[in-house]
């Protein structure tokens, strides 16, 4: 017979460890990330509203810097929500499938900046196909905040304080 703790156990512990260096070493950084995110219904508004005013700006808009500052504004605010959420997570990693629609809307946004920024490359081939793609992601984008918006809001313990308690590690 074997005394060990089983796995769950083990893995709980290093989830639940306070004195994990990498989340000592940054600092307050997720507390300021996790206390703007719960701001909800401000943030989640703000992000909404600027993503709209650039499907308005990459549709109505004729390129030059009237175009150009919304699709960056969207792009800054984009990147900057992908930021806050990686920071407020308990795992600091990109993922995928929680952050791949704002990422390639980021990299889309910079390049219809950089395509569609001048007067004379209006007409590219570059800037046209970018106008048809650019409102599809922001428009993707956009439905996942939706979605943030009207989500219910977790419990104080997350999942894994609430697991560590059930299993009796942390005390």
Do not use: W
């Not at 500052?69 to 792009?75: K, N």
């Not at 007409?123 to 970018?130: D, F, V």
């Not at 989500?151 to 009796?168: M, S």
């Amino acid at each position: 017979l074997s005394f060990a703790r089983p796995p769950s156990v083990r893995l709980c512990r290093l989830r639940c460890s306070s004195t994990n260096p990498s989340r000592r070493a940054m600092g307050a950084v997720p507390e300021l990330a996790r206390a703007i995110l719960e701001q909800r219904m401000p943030y989640l508004v703000g992000q909404i509203v600027v993503k709209a005013v650039t499907i308005l700006a990459v549709f109505l808009v004729p390129q030059g810097p009237g175009h150009t500052v919304p699709v960056l504004a969207c792009a800054t605010a984009a990147a900057a929500d992908v930021a806050l959420r990686v920071a407020a997570s308990r795992r600091p990693r990109l993922s995928p499938g929680k952050h791949g629609a704002d990422l390639l809307l980021v990299c889309l946004l910079l390049a219809d900046a950089a395509a569609c920024g001048g007067e004379a490359s209006a007409g590219g081939k570059a800037c046209r196909a970018l106008r048809m793609v650019v409102p599809f992601a922001t428009l993707v984008s956009l439905g996942g905040n939706a979605m943030r918006l009207t989500a219910r809001q977790r419990a104080p313990g997350d999942a894994v304080e609430q697991d560590c308690e059930a299993v009796g590690v942390g005390e």
